[in-house]
């Protein structure tokens, strides 16, 4: 019996962790819509959430594109298929490798921090400082990060495969030896809008699951330094995992959609 | 529970429980706020005293029990409802919870921005206003993390007196605060009860603050009202609880 009990608590509690995420989403599409947008705080979040997070971003995209391209190079060579590596970097980048690998390192480095600050506001009393103001701490907390997070994933994963495709394109034809115009010819002809609306939508839907997540857990911070410091493991945690999974669904579903190769 | 004929009830809380952590904190306290009074409550730490004052501006639901604010009965209702009743109330924290993004200036301009005032002129001098008023002029461009905890409680008062509420709770306004500061901070209640007619509730163990202040003193004893009157009235009671209390007797063997 202790371990179907144990599965059925582990089910339940998860089933009330996504209830509360949706509640909280509710609320943020409640202050939004009320008109509880502070636009100087939008501002502040996007330079915080977005501008801030470029080098990261780039970074990752740069030497994700160059390895993926050695790699498919080495594999594509032996069939005599080299030019074929521009395409191959191209979609995978915007299909997959770009939002995903993004999303995880936002995930890091925003998610922990927004988690932390939201925590530590929630320990220290500053939340209820809030409410006792009677201003909401969704409308003032979680609204400006969401819409932040909105614009600014799509830009960053945009980045992020812009630098990965040209990584490999330079890594390809200038020290690889690969023809540029054959390699640029095939990796446009195959690479379409499809490929591109993918990306972006995931790169939205990324930083939605992250700012939900990590706000979730700073409000619901416990038990000062120690609750801090677990509520941000947790938001790394539990929104790196959420990116996978969900990147699982939404390929599926986008695949209606946006068919790959067609 | 002594009867006084006041004007008007401003806050009327009735047998008032709440449960933290499996333990009950409020067992059924009731007790009622008179316009433009200063009622202090006191009571062991630990005691439930902060966790009531959290019921009266919505920041705790209780267990059973109702709590109202002028006409309305607040207990109950959702966040976005109390916003209202929010406006017309301060509340001093007991570490002041000023929001440590924000300067000094920027942290008693909250209220005031928040409340749609666009004219900086109009909050610049607001901000200057309240922050003379807590000895603090001139300090607008600190960070709470530079300020003592004295100062740190006292730019607090300013951001919830700033907006000239009608109640004001106060959650151990002097605690930590030497002397003279503590002194500066009674007085400084006083006026405002004087001067705007402002209805205070205190919760402190500060017995000194507590004569000065205090038209009528409640005691939160074992989750209940335990004693109810005027200083008058605290001072002349032989109940050994009250008096151990007031005299700050412990029993204990040295």
Redesign the interface.
């Given at each position: 019996m202790a371990p179907a009990r144990y599965v059925g608590d582990l089910i339940f509690s998860f089933a009330r962790y996504l209830g509360d995420l949706a509640l909280l989403a509710g609320e943020t599409m409640?202050g939004i819509f009320h008109g509880q947008v502070r636009p100087q705080l939008v501002v502040q979040q996007i330079y915080e959430v977005g501008f801030r997070s470029q080098l990261v971003v780039l970074i990752t995209g740069a030497f994700t594109g160059a390895v993926f391209a050695t790699q498919t190079y080495f594999q594509f060579h032996r069939l005599q298929m080299d030019t074929a590596v521009g395409p191959v970097v191209s979609v995978s980048m915007f299909r997959e490798l770009g939002p995903v690998l993004c999303g995880l390192m936002v995930a890091g480095r925003v998610g922990a921090a927004m988690s932390a600050e939201l925590g530590?506001?929630k320990v220290?009393?500053?939340l209820?400082?809030l409410?006792?103001?009677?201003?909401?701490p969704v409308d003032y907390l979680v609204v400006p990060r969401f819409l932040a997070m909105v614009i600014s994933m799509p830009l960053l994963v945009a980045e992020c495969i812009g630098v990965g495709i040209l990584a490999a394109y330079l890594l390809t034809t200038q020290i690889l030896g690969v023809s540029e115009t054959y390699y640029v010819h095939n990796m446009l002809h195959f690479t379409g809008g499809r490929d591109v609306a993918m990306g972006l939508i995931k790169g939205m839907v990324f930083g939605v699951v992250i700012v939900f997540v990590s706000c979730h857990q700073g409000l619901n911070a416990r038990e000062g330094a120690v609750g801090v410091g677990r509520a941000t493991t947790e938001a790394v945690v539990i929104g790196s995992l959420f990116i996978l999974v969900v990147n699982f669904f939404l390929t599926m579903a986008l695949n209606i959609f946006f068919p790959a190769g067609k | 529970m002594t009867e006084h004929a006041h004007p008007s009830e401003v806050i009327t809380v009735e047998n008032l429980v709440q449960t933290i952590g499996g333990q009950e904190i409020l067992r059924g306290f009731s007790l009622k706020v008179y316009q433009g009074e200063t009622l202090v409550l006191l009571g062991r730490s630990g005691g439930g005293k902060s966790v009531f004052l959290r019921h009266l501006i919505g920041l705790m639901q209780p267990v059973s029990g109702t709590v109202t604010v002028g006409q309305e009965v607040i207990s109950g209702l959702q966040e976005r409802e109390l916003a209202k009743v929010r406006r017309s109330m301060g509340m001093l924290f007991q570490n002041g919870a000023l929001f440590d993004s924000l300067t000094v200036a920027d942290n008693v301009a909250f209220p005031l921005r928040e409340r749609g005032e666009t004219d900086e002129s109009v909050v610049r001098a607001k901000v200057e206003e309240a922050l003379q008023m807590v000895d603090l002029a001139g300090n607008e461009g600190k960070m709470p993390v530079n300020l003592s905890g004295g100062m740190r409680k006292r730019v607090a008062l300013a951001r919830a007196l700033v907006n000239q509420p009608r109640c004001m709770l106060y959650d151990e306004p002097t605690a930590g605060l030497d002397p003279i500061v503590a002194d500066s901070i009674d007085l400084l209640i006083r006026r405002l009860q004087r001067k705007l007619g402002v209805t205070s509730i205190v919760v402190t163990h500060d017995m000194k603050s507590t004569f000065t202040i205090a038209d009528h003193v409640a005691l939160l004893h074992e989750g209940r009202c335990y004693f109810y009157g005027t200083c008058d009235q605290l001072r002349a009671s032989t109940d050994p609880v009250i008096r151990d209390f007031v005299e700050g007797r412990s029993h204990d063997e040295p």
């Open positions: 409640r530590t506001m220290t009393e500053q209820d400082a409410r006792a103001l009677a201003v909401h | -």
